[in-house]
């Protein structure tokens, strides 16, 4: 089995004049909803073999946050790849992983990820309340590689905001 964790960034800051997308941080509440949904995946065992992380600095410093609570923290690779990407891209990122990643986590941006998790979830699995910033969406597969995840090949294990967990 394999587990794929899609994980959007958290809140990031308006870009500022002269600053471009990629130099965009978390705000206060951002850096909150990352430390909690960190906590949140390792009191439930959701501390993935290794992590794809968009190059873009809300994405990094989320995964920093993330990584603080998860023990052992896996091993991060920044990739160009997953920074505004479709759908299409992201699959190619997760279709590159190493036959040893038994689970994955990919953090990310919308609509891609959004899109992305909508189209491996197995038909009849929606995801209504789209994906918000500090999102988790853990969609489970019965195969055997990365390379053969198709559309509607998954199953939605779970989808957690960091607002939900902040309400309970």
Known sequence: MLRLLLLRHAKAERSQPGEGDLARR????????????????????LTPD????SPAARTRETWDLVAEALTPAPEARWDDRLYDAAPVDILKV???????????????????????????IASGERLDEGMPTATLAVIDFTDK???ELKPHSGKLERFVTARGLAAD
């Open 26 to 45: 978390l705000t206060d509440r951002g850096r909150g909803d990352a430390a909690r949904l960190g906590s949140y995946m390792q009191a439930h065992g």
């Open 50 to 53: 290794a992590a794809a992380v």
């Open 94 to 120: 997760i279709h590159d992983t190493p036959a040893k990643v038994g689970s994955l986590l990919v953090v990310g941006h919308n609509p891609g990820l959004h899109e992305l998790a909508a189209a491996l």
């Open 145 to 147: 590689s990365w390379g």
